[in-house]
C-alpha cells in the first residue's frame, strides 16, 4: 500500500494569504496525485487531478505541482470558503489518500 | 446536474448486513464507471470498492474483500454496496462517487452513516 503523509496538519494563515500544503508517497506515484477540498458535512470536492490539472470548475487560484513522491497544492490568495481540510489521492495503484491537512483561519 | 443520493444506512449490530443504494441521476449512469469511498468519524477517507459500467467487473479493499459486494442495476440507475459480516471498524460515512479517470472521483454524494454497534 503507498502511504501519503500531509503535512503540516494544520495551517492557519488569513484571508489574502498564499497557502502551501505538501503531500509525500512513499513510492513513486507517478503524476497520478489528486487533491480534494472537503468541508465539514460535506462531501469531497475534486480540486486538482494528475498532480496539476485543474478540474472543472475551480478557480485559478489552485494549483498543483510534482511528480514522483514529493507534491504542492498552493492556493495563492486565500478566499474565506477556502477554509476546509484538504486530502491528496493517489491512484497509482489501489487508490489511498493522505491523512488530510486543516485549513484554518488565524 | 449530476446527482447522487446515497441511501440504507443505519445502525447494525456486528455480524449484521445492509445494503446501500446509491440513485444517480444527470448523467449517462451506464457509461459510467462508479465506487464507494468511506470515512470513519473525523478520519480520513478510504476507497472500499469500484465497479465498472457493465457490472462486469469489481474490485475491493483488502479491508472489506469477502463480506462487501458491489453491484449496479443500469435499468434503475442505481448502485449498491451490500454489506455482510460487519464490524465496528466499519462504522463510517459511506458516499459513492461517479469515476473521472481511473479512481479519480469527480462527483460525490453527500453520503449515508452506517453504525456497527451493540
Known amino acids: 500500500e503507498i502511504v501519503l503523509t500531509q503535512s503540516p496538519a494544520t495551517l492557519s494563515l488569513s484571508p489574502g494569504e498564499r497557502a502551501t500544503l505538501s503531500c509525500r508517497a512513499s513510492?513513486?506515484?507517478?503524476?497520478?496525485l489528486a487533491w480534494y477540498q472537503q468541508k465539514p458535512g460535506q462531501a469531497p470536492r475534486l480540486l486538482i487531478y494528475d498532480a496539476s490539472n485543474r478540474a472543472t470548475g475551480i478557480p485559478a487560484r489552485f494549483s498543483g505541482s510534482g511528480s514522483g513522491t514529493d507534491f504542492t497544492l498552493t492556493i495563492s490568495s486565500l478566499e474565506p470558503e477556502d477554509f476546509a481540510v484538504y486530502y491528496c489521492?493517489?491512484?497509482?495503484?489501489?487508490?489511498?489518500f493522505g491523512q488530510g491537512t486543516k485549513l484554518e483561519i488565524k | 446536474e449530476v446527482q447522487l443520493v446515497e441511501s440504507g444506512g443505519g445502525l447494525v449490530q456486528p455480524g449484521g448486513s445492509l445494503r446501500l443504494s446509491c440513485a444517480a441521476s444527470g448523467f449517462t449512469f451506464s457509461s459510467y464507471w462508479m465506487h464507494w469511498v468511506r470515512q470513519a468519524p473525523g478520519k480520513g477517507l478510504v476507497w472500499v470498492s469500484r465497479i465498472n459500467s457493465d457490472g462486469s467487473s469489481t474490485s475491493y479493499a483488502d479491508s472489506v474483500k469477502g463480506r462487501f459486494t458491489i453491484s449496479r442495476d443500469n435499468a434503475k440507475n442505481t448502485l449498491y454496496l451490500q454489506m455482510n459480516s460487519l464490524r465496528a471498524e466499519d462504522t463510517a460515512v459511506y458516499y459513492c462517487a461517479r469515476q473521472y479517470y481511473a479512481f479519480l472521483a469527480d462527483y460525490w454524494g453527500q453520503g449515508t452513516l452506517v453504525t456497527v454497534s451493540s
Open positions: 489521492q493517489q491512484r497509482s495503484n489501489w487508490p489511498t
Open positions: 513510492q513513486s506515484v507517478s503524476s497520478y
